[in-house]
């Protein structure tokens, strides 16, 4: 019956709703997290590997590999390759040190700063360079404020020491050990570095994902029509099932319309045919099968189906009679018809309904029957 096309049409109208809502959220899907390693860092956006996150996942200058040691490399145009220790997608910052661990070199290379790169240096700090004899190796002590720089110590029975610059007991150490000086610039990102270690934290600032990941969300590149659009996801509400609960909570009120909607159609014709094997079965007269009570019957009948009348045939099989010259009634005291209100005339044709014996005028009643199927005085039922 009415259920297949309905029960299809409910599930074509379940798939749009949900295309619809999930289709908002899919433009801007947050792209995998994905690391070199179980302990390297959480690469996503800005950061990006090409073999695993597409190049929507991240932005230009943060593209990351992970190298045959399972190391993460960020590769900097011209400065060249550095490891990734970690990254603060907070502050924006990321640890990076020197793949032949001597960062002070690299950090001495004009390359480093002047190359296009995402981490322009916001600030320089000088450093007092020292080449001293390395017999004085041991003679460093904690509180000199000097260190080696081993890396930068090339030849044979010389080492180079560094101190930030402006630290007296650093310059009177090297004063005293006869070391030959100079001066130089070391930028720096995050903190004004107080020492050369081996690895030194970058910042960016473009993208600007700060205020986002503060509110617990994830930068996503959306497309737009003037191109692609930083946009703040906010990963919870992402999450598969988490759509699929607001897709149900969205649809509730419809699925409760149709199905109930079907379930009155079902209701109808169910009445329907219920009345149908009554009529079919039920003495007139009598009670109708399995209890139901008759006035019930004919009540959901008037709210089910409508209005119903009887056929011409039962109506024409209903005793008719003409009222003599005399004007005489069957019963005298019955002499207004209950359905026009005028008085029975001589000659005038009257129809007599068999199972109360009421009468009203033919044509009066015979209109009612066509439209209803009772006695219009006392309801009695002649279905
Ligand atoms: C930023 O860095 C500071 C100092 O290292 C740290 O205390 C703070 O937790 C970091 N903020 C975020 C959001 O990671
Ligand atoms: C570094 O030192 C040079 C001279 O030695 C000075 O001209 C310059 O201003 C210093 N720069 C900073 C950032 O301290
Ligand atoms: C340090 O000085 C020695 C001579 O005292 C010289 O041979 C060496 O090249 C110098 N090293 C640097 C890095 O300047």
């Known amino acids: 019956m009415a259920s297949s096309p309905a029960s299809s049409s409910i599930a074509l109208f ?37 073999e695993r996150q597409g190049e929507e996942c991240g932005h230009k200058g943060f ?3 992970c190298d045959d040691r399972s190391r993460t490399i960020l590769h900097m145009s011209e400065a060249g390759d550095f ?17 032949d661990d001597c960062l002070p070199r690299r950090l001495l290379e004009d390359e480093f700063v002047s190359s296009y790169s995402p981490f322009p240096a916001p600030a320089y700090k000088n450093f007092t360079f020292g080449n001293c004899s390395s017999e004085y190796s041991s003679l460093i002590s904690p509180g000199s404020g000097v260190q080696r720089v081993d890396c930068l110590s090339l030849g044979r ?69 003037k191109g692609p659009k930083l946009v703040c996801a906010h990963k919870h509400a ?9 897709a149900s909570l969205f649809m509730l009120p419809w699925l409760t319309c149709i199905f109930g909607f079907i379930w009155f159609l079902k209701v109808r014709v169910f009445v329907h045919r219920r009345l149908d094997q009554i009529s079919s079965n039920g003495v007139p007269g009598s009670a109708p099968p399995n209890g139901i009570n008759r006035e019930a019957v004919e009540i959901a009948r008037r709210n089910a189906i409508g209005v119903m009348g009887i056929d011409s045939s039962t ?18 005291q019955d002499d207004v018809c209950a359905i026009c209100l005028s008085k029975y005339e001589r000659n005038e044709m009257i129809r007599t309904i068999p199972e109360c014996e009421h009468y009203f005028h033919m044509y009066c009643i015979d209109q009612w029957l066509r439209k209803n199927a009772s006695c219009p005085l006392c309801r009695n039922n002649k279905g």
């Open 83 to 99: 490891i990734v220790d970690a990254i603060d997608y907070g502050n924006q910052t990321v640890l990076v040190k020197d793949s």
């Open 157 to 225: 029975g010389s080492m180079v020491v560094v101190s930030v610059a402006g630290d007296d007991l650093a310059r009177l150490w090297m004063s005293q050990h006869h070391c030959g000086t100079w001066t130089a610039l070391i930028p720096w990102w995050w903190q004004p570095p107080t020492s050369l270690g081996e690895s030194i934290w970058l910042r960016w600032d473009d993208p600007d994902c700060k205020t986002c990941e503060a509110a617990d969300g994830r930068c996503v590149l959306q497309d737009s029509k």
């Open 63 to 65: 593209e990351v590999s």
């Open 14 to 50: 379940f798939l749009l709703v949900l295309q619809v809502i999930t289709s908002e959220t899919a433009s801007a899907k947050t792209c995998p997290i994905s690391q070199c390693s179980p302990n390297g860092p959480d690469v996503r956006f800005p950061f990006w590997i090409r």
């Open 238 to 246: 992402l999450s598969t099932s988490a759509q699929f609960a607001i």
């Open 315 to 332: 109506i024409e099989s209903y005793p008719k009679t003409q009222i003599d010259d005399l004007g005489q009634l069957p019963r005298p």
